[in-house]
């Protein structure tokens, strides 16, 4: 099989940080031991070649957690994936790369269990007891609130806002204000409201009394757990930094992390799942760029061998040993003829 696997500025996805990438001539070797051939293009010049691109099997992105990389790989793996190649992974799960929004709504349209979720613009939010907002791009504890009161939400919108707002805009918008006040026959209500700072905003039920939560990360048919402790007179487990080893997991957590693999048909996933002691929740996934401390710390993996959970001690093995295993076994799988 062939694979091209796409870069930008000479980085593919993530390695060990946000800012490393994998080493893609060690991927390069990885692929080559599964009898798989592997070359790397540039994501500007893709469609320089865009009549060689069907030759390969499976055309591969990454994603970038800097704002504009992150946009010009989603371009591409739209007009890629829009000339018929097979891209890995899907588009919209390109598209949910720290996009909470567009998360809730495919776990949603495919029909899997999530904790009641909603999605829209900040001026329709409303503020309800026992919920969680967040920014759809919020990073670890950043941009997620647990808020007491309408007035708590409403200032957490307000300081997410104006980190996120494009200053360009902003200024238009102020100058509408200023005119309301000093200029008023030059003032336009429409165009204030057209220029007036929003976020997209995602609310969650939280799920009550939560001591910790698991991260689950799945490359193909291995899965890697660390549980991931609340800190101390907070609510959220997420950038808390306190990993704890487990070998036993339960089998409901598992379970939910196997289906969202299946459901949304990709070779690697993290998922950020909630255990309430009898039902497992998924908070968040990313398919495409995720950090790989669980797998790089992990002591034990976990397969499902027919209908039971198997867990064995994990010898560990690089990261671009593991991104190679899951794209060609997940590949060679989807291959193999029907009986």
Same mark, same amino acid.
């Given at each position: 099989?062939?694979?091209?696997?796409?870069?930008?500025?000479?980085?593919?996805?993530?390695?060990?940080?946000?800012?490393?990438?994998?080493?893609?001539?060690?991927?390069?070797?990885?692929?080559?031991?599964?009898?798989?051939?592997?070359?790397?293009?540039?994501?500007?010049?893709?469609?320089?070649?865009?009549?060689?691109?069907?030759?390969?099997?499976?055309?591969?992105?990454?994603?970038?957690?800097?704002?504009?990389?992150?946009?010009?790989?989603?371009?591409?793996?739209?007009?890629?994936?829009?000339?018929?190649?097979?891209?890995?992974?899907?588009?919209?799960?390109?598209?949910?790369?720290?996009?909470?929004?567009?998360?809730?709504? !495919?776990?949603?349209? =495919?029909? #899997?269990?999530?904790?009641? @979720?909603? %999605?829209?613009?900040?001026?329709?939010? $409303?503020?309800?007891?026992?919920?969680?907002?967040?920014?759809?791009?919020?990073?670890?504890?950043?941009?997620?609130?647990?808020?007491?009161?309408?007035?708590?939400?409403?200032?957490?919108?307000?300081?997410?806002?104006?980190?996120?707002?494009?200053?360009?805009?902003?200024?238009?918008?102020?100058?509408?204000?200023?005119?309301?006040?000093?200029?008023?026959?030059?003032?336009?209500?429409?165009?204030?409201?057209?220029?007036?700072?929003?976020?997209? !905003?995602?609310?969650? =039920?939280? #799920?009550?009394?939560?001591? @910790?939560? %698991?991260?689950?990360?799945?490359?193909? $048919?291995?899965?890697?757990?660390?549980?991931?402790?609340?800190?101390?007179?907070?609510?959220?487990?997420?950038?808390?930094?306190?990993?704890?080893?487990?070998?036993?997991?339960?089998?409901?957590?598992?379970?939910?992390?196997?289906?969202?693999?299946?459901?949304?048909?990709?070779?690697?996933?993290?998922?950020?799942?909630?255990?309430?002691?009898?039902?497992?929740?998924?908070?968040?996934?990313?398919?495409?760029?995720?950090?790989?401390?669980?797998? !790089?710390?992990?002591?034990?993996?976990?397969?499902?061998?027919?209908?039971?959970?198997?867990?064995?001690?994990?010898?560990?093995?690089?990261?671009?040993?593991?991104?190679?295993?899951?794209?060609?076994?997940?590949?060679?799988?989807?291959?193999?003829?029907?009986?």
């Amino acid at each position: 099989m062939k694979f091209l696997l796409v870069t930008l500025n000479g980085k593919f996805s993530q390695g060990l940080y946000p800012w490393d990438s994998m080493d893609i001539h060690a991927l390069a070797e990885e692929f080559q031991k599964h009898d798989c051939h592997v070359d790397f293009q540039e994501c500007d010049q893709l469609l320089q070649c865009k009549d060689s691109l069907k030759k390969y099997d499976a055309i591969v992105f990454g994603s970038s957690q800097i704002p504009y990389e992150k946009k010009i790989l989603e371009d591409y793996a739209f007009i890629t994936n829009l000339l018929g190649s097979n891209i890995i992974p899907r588009y919209e799960l390109v598209l949910s790369h720290d996009n909470k929004g567009m998360q809730g709504l !495919l776990a949603i349209a =495919k029909g #899997i269990d999530v904790i009641h @979720f909603e %999605y829209g613009t900040d001026a329709n939010a $409303d503020y309800k007891p026992g919920y969680v907002y967040k920014t759809i791009d919020g990073a670890g504890s950043f941009g997620v609130s647990l808020p007491k009161s309408d007035n708590e939400l409403r200032q957490f919108i307000k300081k997410n806002t104006l980190l996120r707002e494009q200053p360009l805009r902003l200024w238009h918008y102020i100058k509408q204000k200023l005119k309301l006040f000093i200029w008023r026959k030059r003032y336009i209500k429409e165009k204030e409201q057209y220029f007036r700072p929003g976020i997209p !905003l995602v609310s969650q =039920k939280l #799920i009550p009394n939560l001591k @910790f939560d %698991y991260k689950v990360l799945v490359f193909h $048919d291995l899965f890697f757990v660390l549980k991931r402790n609340v800190r101390k007179n907070d609510f959220r487990a997420s950038g808390s930094g306190l990993f704890e080893k487990v070998a036993q997991v339960p089998s409901q957590v598992l379970d939910l992390a196997n289906r969202y693999c299946k459901e949304l048909d990709s070779p690697c996933l993290s998922i950020d799942v909630a255990f309430d002691g009898s039902k497992a929740f998924c908070i968040e996934f990313q398919c495409c760029h995720f950090g790989p401390i669980t797998y !790089l710390d992990a002591d034990v993996v976990h397969y499902r061998t027919k209908d039971t959970w198997t867990s064995n001690i994990w010898h560990r093995k690089s990261l671009e040993w593991v991104f190679a295993y899951s794209i060609c076994n997940n590949m060679k799988f989807k291959k193999k003829p029907t009986q």
